[in-house]
């Protein structure tokens, strides 16, 4: 099993940026796909990136595209998510996730066996 744990969520302004971290722990990092997941209040959980267990492969949600930048280092356990261009939409809590990389990508919430516990990001108008 692997344990997550987000941090660097906070408060922005509308156009800052902030970048979050997935600090992992248990089996090697490496064993895992992992991606980043927010939920609004009243939403559904949405799919924001998913990075491959080498990191050679990518894959965004539309409404991040081009701003979101997900990466893993994983000699030190560590995914990244940094965000750009932040939007008020964009106000969320967001979570990372992993699943075995023997199954592929993956950008459905119930791909995912392994969850963090969140970190809260609001961007402010």
């Known amino acids: 099993q692997v344990q997550l744990v987000e941090s660097g969520g906070g408060l922005v302004q509308a156009g800052g940026s902030l970048r979050l971290s997935c600090a992992a722990s248990?089996?090697?990092?490496?064993?895992?796909?992992m991606g980043w997941f927010r939920q609004a209040p009243g939403k559904e959980r949405e799919f924001v990136a998913v990075?491959?267990?080498?990191?050679?492969?990518?894959s965004y949600g539309d409404s991040v595209k081009g701003r979101f930048t997900i990466s893993r280092d994983n000699a030190k356990n560590t995914g990244y998510l940094q965000m750009n261009s932040l939007k008020p939409e964009d106000t969320a809590v967001y979570y990372c996730?992993?699943?075995?990389?023997?199954?592929?990508?993956?950008?459905?919430?119930?791909?995912?066996?392994?969850w963090g516990q969140g970190t809260q990001v609001t961007v402010s108008s």
């Open positions: 996730a992993a699943h075995s990389r023997d199954y592929g990508m993956g950008y459905s919430p119930t791909r995912y066996a392994y």
């Open positions: 248990g089996r090697p990092f490496s064993r895992y796909t």
């Open positions: 990075i491959s267990w080498s990191g050679d492969s990518t």
